[in-house]
């Protein structure tokens, strides 16, 4: 259903020439097939220092303060979770396309910029990738998912990582778009587990992928689902932090 929609993609191609999913004038001749060297530019990046645990970067907290306001209340069950934009300004518009405009083809440039983020290199490589699963009935209807898309982009570029689909979600969810923290954590409680007939090996580290950290309650239930079934090095990373 993916290749459907990288199809769509390529028809649309011929018709439309593609412009920069950034500043929407026609493409350069940079290395992405849907960023201009411009737009990949005006990516709000994350850079140090930032929070250990959720990896908010610490823009103007007091200095010697280091409780985090988007992570203190969490107690994650993922060591450390990294990420390399903001989700705000064109990372926001583009990743609202690549989950809810059939443009998962969108997730790649971000995929391959986030690549060449040395903090989020050290912290993905030869770690096995596990994505944020959709219910069936989303991955139905949506036709991919994106986490995967972005995990399976991420092993091809990092060495030493590969993808395993271990965690399923097994119970729907409402969207959390307008839930607060508290409820948040009770939305995704008891909708993952381990897939069927899968193992986890305690030798391995293991990284929860997902598209955006918003408050972190989805990575911590699948982290929690790998510690669980034995892992001992579980940590997380998202391409944007909301
Ligand atoms: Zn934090």
Request: proline share 7%; with cysteine.
């Amino acid at each position: 259903m993916g290749l459907l929609a990288d199809l769509d993609r390529g028809i649309l191609d011929l018709i439309f020439p593609r412009d920069c999913a950034v500043t929407q004038l026609p493409l350069d001749a940079g290395p992405f097939l849907h960023l201009s060297a411009a737009g990949a530019a005006a990516l709000p990046r994350i850079t140090d220092p930032r929070c250990l645990t959720c990896g908010h970067p610490f823009d103007g907290w007091l200095e010697g303060d280091r409780s985090c306001p988007h992570c203190a209340e969490l107690h994650p069950a993922f060591g450390r979770a990294l990420c390399v934009f903001r989700a705000k300004g064109p990372v926001r518009h583009i990743l609202h396309r690549i989950k809810y405009e059939r443009s998962p083809y969108l997730a790649d440039d971000l995929v391959a910029t986030a690549a060449t983020d040395e903090a989020f290199r050290r912290h993905l490589a030869g770690s096995i990738l596990v994505p944020v699963p959709l219910h069936a009935d989303k991955a139905w209807s949506r036709g991919y998912n994106q986490s995967e898309r972005i995990a399976v982009g991420l092993a091809g570029l990092i060495p030493g990582c590969s993808v395993h689909p271990l965690v399923e979600k097994y119970r729907p969810t409402e969207s959390q778009t307008r839930l607060d923290r508290t409820q948040r954590l009770r939305n995704v409680a008891k909708a993952f587990r381990l897939q069927r007939g899968q193992t986890v090996d305690p030798r391995r580290r293991y990284v929860v992928i997902d598209d955006v950290l918003t408050t972190g309650a989805t990575l911590h239930a699948c982290a929690a689902i790998l510690r669980a079934a034995g892992a001992t090095s579980v940590d997380a990373a998202a391409l944007a932090h909301g």
